[in-house]
């Protein structure tokens, strides 16, 4: 019996520390635009959640026009429902977002992402966040981009 210890030990370890097969999709919901050269979310089966990786939002709606030409409050507004759509797409709510990194043109503008962000997440636990200013985005238009990972339980 004593010998059989060591063996049990081994054998036990080796299964509770295997580890699983991680398992990822690259997905463009219907809620939001199809864009060209990228996915809009990579979704990471990690056993017992999702964890989802959106790539830059910007306020472009379903059919990829630009909302809020000139107006940063309302390309904010269109770029968290786009972010809340797709995490929603995935089964999720916005409270599953664990982090969101900020690309402003403009850091002055950093309340109105507050005031329109508070309304989409809670307030009493907020995710994770990085802001950064940048000097263009993707289109001269566009005056902000924001990046979301959410972790989904099953």
């Known amino acids: 019996m004593k010998r059989l210890i060591p063996l049990i030990i081994v054998l036990f370890s080796t299964t509770c520390f295997a580890q699983q097969k ?55 507004e269109q770029t968290f429902a786009n972010i809340k759509a797709i995490v ?22 950093i309340q109105t992402v507050r005031a329109i962000r508070d309304k989409y ?12 200013q940048v000097s263009k985005l993707f289109r001269d238009d566009v005056l902000v981009e924001i990046e979301a990972t959410a972790v989904i339980p099953k």
């Open 121 to 132: 997440i809670d307030v009493n636990h907020p995710p994770a966040s990085t802001l950064v």
């Open 22 to 76: 991680v398992v990822a999709t690259l997905e463009n919901p219907p809620a939001v635009v199809t864009p060209k050269g990228y996915s809009q979310v990579a979704v990471i089966d990690m056993g017992n959640s999702y964890m989802l990786l959106l790539s830059g939002q910007v306020a472009l709606d379903k059919s990829g026009q630009l909302v809020g030409k000139g107006d940063v409050a309302a390309q904010i």
């Open 88 to 109: 929603e797409s995935k089964g999720g709510t916005m409270a599953n977002v664990v982090k969101l990194n900020y690309y402003l043109i403009d850091v002055a503008n």
